[in-house]
């Protein structure tokens, strides 16, 4: 299994930015993906999951109504669009997923939100 983050960077409150995920190694297709960040000097919070079809998707209360998180299971990728953000989502943002009782993650991508 591998996961790779993109799309991380340095933006300004009330920007945007599109991170991707890009997965190989597992049947993308029959699995859900998820978000999580971790912001500076703090755990590991769950962002946003989506179901294998992209039929379902749940969102932390955070950043219910500005991020957006879709699939493309052709490209056997997963995106999180996120808009209006706020200094406190800057954090390292990862794709996840779980297979056979197995977590797997990505290396991560930085999102620094800063005037």
């Known amino acids: 299994v591998q996961l790779v983050e993109s799309g991380g960077g340095l933006v300004q409150p009330g920007e945007s930015l599109r991170l991707s995920c890009a997965a190989s190694?597992?049947?993308?297709?029959?699995?859900?993906m998820t978000w999580h960040r971790q912001p500076p000097g703090k755990e590991r919070e769950l962002v946003a999951t989506i179901t294998n079809a992209g039929g379902s998707t749940n969102y932390a209360d955070s950043v219910k109504g500005r991020f957006t998180i879709s699939r493309d299971n052709a490209k056997k990728t997963v995106y999180l669009q996120m808009n209006s953000l706020k200094p406190e989502d800057t954090a390292v943002y990862y794709c996840g997923t779980t297979r056979l009782g197995v977590t797997y993650w990505g290396q991560g991508t930085q999102v620094i939100v800063s005037s």
């Open positions: 190694g597992f049947p993308f297709s029959i699995y859900a």
